[in-house]
């Protein structure tokens, strides 16, 4: 991205809510493999087997009003000096990339790596905001992208990076 002008024209499609990613009416939620151990990732699918850190793979919805779910697997935070912010960034990314591959015009992204992972909130917000704004850089994708936030403090500080970032 390269700087807060070229933010602007997109957030009109950047949407941050607090609440249930599987009750929303979108095209496609993102969902994560949950870890095993520290450090070691177990997928949550058998769509999943041979998806890496950062991969994206993607399914027709379960137990959600969504059309897609796509699954991902996010990276545990070792301290941030094992490659895990590229793996991040990579995550949300391959996610839209797959998404346009798939006619999905809306798409809902919980906040990856930030809770089971334990990825710093503040630190991954930014990642998924930057790798969002990059992605809008391109011509005619996804209409509407929402950041769904877990909890009230969640949802106020994603929206104070997203209006630093932008405004």
Known sequence: MKDKEDSTKFIERIHVIQGDIAALSVDAIVIAAKPLAEGDIVPTTSTQE?????????????????????????????????????????????????????????????????????YPFQEGSRIAINAVLDFLQQPGQILKI??????????KQFNELLSNRVG
Do not use: W
């Open 50 to 118: 041979d998806c890496s850190p950062g991969e994206a793979r993607i399914t027709s919805k379960h137990q959600s009003s969504a059309k897609y779910i796509i699954h991902i697997v996010p990276p545990v935070y070792l301290g941030g000096n094992m490659g895990e912010a590229k793996v991040l960034y990579s995550c949300y990314s391959n996610s839209l990339f797959l998404a346009v591959e798939n006619q999905v015009k809306t798409i809902a992204f919980p906040c990856l790596s930030t809770d089971t992972y334990g």
């Open 146 to 155: 929402f950041f769904v936030c877990h909890c009230d403090s969640e949802y």
